[in-house]
């Protein structure tokens, strides 16, 4: 079975500082790996994806992900935050086996101005 | 032109009444999702259709019933709503290769009073 695990559900940061949102996941076979951003009241917006290749992924809105095996994670980063980033932000995988999403929690990112 | 469209945006009813979501996609996509989710923000998959056909059924109670008339289609029917149906509840649409990300709708907000 699979399963997405994001260890933070809130990460709070100053404008301009760096962030990073933790990515786990558990799979037994292949995996593709997304991340999705929900503005308030909105839907899901694709922030990046990793499907084969070089394992650094770059995203919408400056936003970066680094695919690890070995450790299985997918973590996003940003080296500078804006007051708009502030979102909630889905980790989610898709195996190569079957038609489905798999999500996180989620982790809830406030920008402090 | 929205991608993934889903109508009512907003829906206030009554326990007990029944009710419909319709969701289309304009993508040519030929595998859509009905996503349910809670007040903490953890999404939920519900049903899934690939080409008119539900491959995807998780356990959901039996007074959801989702219909594909066609490929582009999927609608949620809904009997004798309770309060815990209270959630927003996205559709979303992929292509078939698993390599492919899902395109969400803006959701239904739907409470149950």
């Known amino acids: 079975a699979q399963s997405v695990t994001q260890l933070d559900s809130q990460v709070p940061v100053f404008e301009e500082a760096p962030v990073e949102l933790r990515c786990n996941y558990s799979?037994?076979?292949?995996?593709?790996l997304f991340w999705y951003v929900q503005y308030p009241n909105q839907g899901l917006q694709l922030l990046l994806k990793?499907?084969?290749?070089?394992?650094l992924v770059k995203g919408i809105n400056g936003f970066e992900a680094e695919f690890n095996k070995s450790q299985t994670s997918f973590h996003l980063r940003k080296p500078s935050v804006h007051i708009s980033d502030t979102a909630e932000y889905f980790c989610?995988?898709?195996?190569?086996?079957?038609?489905?999403?798999?999500f996180g929690t989620g982790t809830s990112l406030t920008v402090i101005p | 032109d929205t991608a993934v469209s889903q109508t009512p945006k907003y829906l206030v009813t009554q326990m007990g009444n029944d009710k419909s979501i319709k969701c289309e996609q304009n993508?040519?996509?030929?595998?859509m999702y009905w996503y349910k989710q809670d007040s903490k923000k953890f999404l939920k998959i519900m049903f899934s259709?690939?080409?008119?056909?539900?491959?995807i059924n998780e356990t959901v109670p039996n007074r959801f019933s989702p219909k594909s008339p066609d490929k582009a289609h999927l609608n949620l029917h809904i009997n004798s709503l309770e309060l815990g149906d209270s959630a927003v509840y996205f559709c979303?649409?992929?292509?078939?290769?698993?390599?492919?990300?899902?395109?969400f709708g803006q959701g239904t907000r739907l409470t149950v009073v």
């Open positions: 990793y499907l084969s290749g070089s394992t």
């Open positions: 993508l040519g996509h030929d595998t």
């Open positions: 259709y690939n080409n008119k056909e539900l491959i």
């Open positions: 799979s037994s076979v292949s995996v593709y």
């Open positions: 979303a649409s992929s292509r078939g290769q698993m390599n492919t990300e899902a395109f």
């Open positions: 989610a995988v898709r195996t190569n086996t079957g038609n489905q999403f798999y």
